[in-house]
């Protein structure tokens, strides 16, 4: 199953794109989905914080997600 993952702001610079898609073999839940990015892309790490939101909407580590979820990944944002 492919699933389709927008990158803003920093992401979209370590994704060295504004979208990517991603091979994976079974639904899977946010936290999976963290690791599994992380590996793909080790920058992540480094970032103090980010998150993924599922259907526009800021999703929790146990969310399952599915083909047909829109994913974006969301880096820290600072204020001011």
């Known amino acids: 199953m492919k699933l389709k993952i927008l990158a803003f702001g920093i992401t979209k610079d370590i994704f060295g ?10 639904d899977l839940n946010v936290s999976q989905l963290k690791k599994r990015l992380e590996k793909d892309f080790p920058q992540l790490i480094k970032l103090k914080s980010y998150f ?21 990944v969301i880096p820290p ?4």
């Open 52 to 72: 993924i939101a599922v259907n526009e909407e800021y999703a929790e580590d146990g969310q399952i997600i599915v083909s047909t979820d829109e994913i974006a």
């Open 17 to 26: 794109a504004s979208e990517k898609e991603l091979e994976i073999q079974d």
């Open 77 to 80: 944002v600072s204020g001011g």
